[in-house]
T-cell receptor
């Protein structure tokens, strides 16, 4: 069954801690993306990767880091430098134009 | 800057009526447009897409219209059902964006029984 998985669905952390969100796809897509969504808002691009071992900053990359060591995996680390980390995080992948989304991870930092 | 915007942030319709969600874009170089549906707490799901060499594309109960003259995109949903209640996003991309999608703000559709 092909698709994108994100884990966990809900994540709770204390302020000052780094946290890594998982994103795995078995669609054989080259490109992968991380978005942040705040309540009642649209999607904002954090980072994207068009090929293994390469990634670019999106519109709101500050306080986040990524790696792309494998085609299937694109983990996102939310660092303590991110001022407002509480949000819904969405991972997506694509081969051409259409992006396929995972179910999202809701991160709450207190 | 270039942006994709929506005319109506919220839309309320009666079950069985047709719904029209509008979207304006400003990048004339965009050549691909796409609509997504997002239910509460879930990731966006693909609805329908259209390329700039087309004016209209139909799917199951949905139609996307593209007017390049006025840079306008619309999503029409026929016989709207309660299950259509969600937030709908339009997005665009073009050669100059490395195929990144530029997202609109979203329209919330509420279907009244």
């Amino acid at each position: 069954d092909g698709g994108i998985t994100q884990s966990p669905k809900y994540l709770f952390r204390k302020e000052g801690q780094n946290v890594t969100l998982s994103c795995e796809q078995n669609l054989n897509h080259d490109a992968m993306y991380w978005y942040r969504q705040d309540p009642g808002q649209g999607l904002r691009l954090i980072y994207y990767s068009q090929i293994v071992n390469d990634f670019q900053k999106g519109d709101i990359a500050e306080g986040y880091s990524v790696s792309r060591e494998k085609k299937e995996s694109f983990p996102l680390t939310v660092t303590s430098a991110q001022k407002n980390p509480t949000a819904f995080y969405l991972c997506a992948s694509s081969t051409m134009d259409e992006q396929y989304f995972g179910p999202g991870t809701r991160l709450t930092v207190t | 800057g270039e942006s994709v915007g929506l005319h109506l942030p919220t839309l309320s319709v009666q079950e069985g009526d047709n719904s029209i969600i509008n979207c304006a874009y400003s990048n004339s170089a965009s050549d691909y447009f796409i609509w997504y549906k997002q239910e509460s707490g879930k990731g966006p799901q693909f609805i329908i897409d259209i390329r700039s060499n087309m004016d209209k594309r139909q799917g199951q109960r949905v139609t996307v219209l593209l007017n390049k003259t006025v840079k306008h995109l619309s999503l029409q949903i026929a016989a709207t059902q309660p299950g259509d209640s969600a937030v709908y996003f339009c997005a665009e991309s073009g050669a100059g964006n490395n195929r990144k999608l530029i997202w609109g703000l979203g329209t919330s559709l509420a279907v009244n029984p």
